[in-house]
């Protein structure tokens, strides 16, 4: 199992976004704007930085 990590930043609000991106920012664990994380790097993941990628920032 790789251990590869991806960290992700908030840069942009989720005010007036759809429902389903917010909750998709939240679980990614972001919770505020240039909050910082480090997810494992997986294709759910991925898959959820993909859908939301306008508001964030992802390096790693």
Same mark, same amino acid.
């Given at each position: 199992?790789?251990?590869?990590? =991806?960290? &992700? /930043?908030? &840069?942009? !609000?989720? *005010?007036? /976004?759809?429902? !389903?991106?917010?909750? /998709? &920012?939240? #679980? $990614? #664990?972001?919770?505020?704007?240039?909050?910082? &994380?480090? $997810? =494992?790097? /997986?294709?759910?993941?991925? #898959?959820? *930085?993909?859908?939301? !990628?306008?508001? $964030?920032? !992802?390096? #790693?």
């Amino acid at each position: 199992m790789s251990d590869k990590k =991806i960290k &992700v /930043t908030l &840069v942009k !609000s989720v *005010i007036g /976004t759809k429902q !389903s991106h917010r909750a /998709t &920012v939240r #679980g $990614l #664990g972001l919770r505020r704007l240039n909050h910082t &994380v480090e $997810l =494992i790097d /997986t294709p759910e993941v991925r #898959g959820m *930085i993909n859908k939301v !990628s306008y508001l $964030l920032k !992802s390096e #790693g």
